[in-house]
């Protein structure tokens, strides 16, 4: 299976701060990347596909990047909203899915 | 309105079996592929198998840690999707999410809001 790591684990920030969180892949997967939020309790929302296609009603701030092997979610201008936990999942593989291990984003 | 209802978690012995449904509306259901996730607790996500639309040909793939011991199935004409789960362990014990992937590639655009299943004697 394709291993994919996140970095950093946790981010602490405060509301206004751009975020940049990042997603490696073991080997490359061309542009088959997903992020997802996720708050406790809840079930994970899809913010990006595809690296760079947001995910529709999904707010601006929230951007993709990358290809290959190396991936960035960024949040532009961070929210009260956005304190939540960052998942990146590969899907160039549909007989092995894949998630990072997932990015906390703590209030600094 | 998308929504996707899992239902069937509970507790259960290690070595017994247990079968989650996932009962969907607001979309053509059969137009869909299916997939489970789950998440034990405290921990990250795990992909558990899918199973594609007919016009996809019905097949089902798992992850290794459940191949042999899970298995999905689907109902068209009741838009329900059910995750046989046989020979349960108790690493098998997680929060199990029910989603829907819209292209058939991989990714999700909907999840319910899951069922707990705990593996404990």
């Known amino acids: 299976d394709i291993q994919m790591t996140q970095s950093p684990s946790t981010l602490s920030a405060s509301v206004g701060d751009r975020v940049t969180i990042t997603c490696r892949a073991s080997?490359?997967?061309?542009?088959?990347l997903a992020w997802y939020q996720q708050k406790p309790g809840k079930a994970p929302k899809l913010l990006i596909y595809?690296?760079?296609s947001l995910e529709s009603g999904v707010p601006s701030r929230f951007s993709g990047s990358g290809s290959g092997t190396e991936f960035t979610l960024t949040i532009s201008s961070l929210q009260p909203d956005d304190f939540a936990t960052y998942y990146c999942q590969q899907y160039n593989s549909y007989s092995g899915l894949t998630f990072g291990g997932g990015t906390k984003v703590e209030i600094k | 309105e998308v929504q996707l209802v899992e239902s069937g978690g509970g507790l259960v012995k290690p070595g017994r079996s247990l079968r989650l449904s996932c009962t969907a509306s607001?979309?053509?259901?059969?137009?869909?592929?299916m997939s489970w996730f789950r998440q034990a607790p405290g921990k990250g996500l795990e992909w558990v198998g899918f199973i594609r639309s007919k016009a996809y040909g019905g097949t089902t793939e798992y992850a290794a840690s459940v191949k042999g011991r899970f298995t999905i199935s689907r109902d068209d004409s009741k838009s329900i999707a059910y995750l046989q789960m046989n020979s349960l362990k108790t690493e098998d014990t997680a929060v199990y999410y029910c989603?829907?992937?819209?292209?058939?590639?991989?990714?999700?655009?909907?999840w319910g809001q899951g069922t707990l299943v705990t593996v404990s004697s």
């Open positions: 595809k690296a760079s």
């Open positions: 989603t829907r992937d819209p292209w058939e590639d991989g990714y999700m655009d909907y």
């Open positions: 607001g979309f053509t259901f059969g137009d869909y592929a």
């Open positions: 080997q490359s997967i061309s542009s088959w």
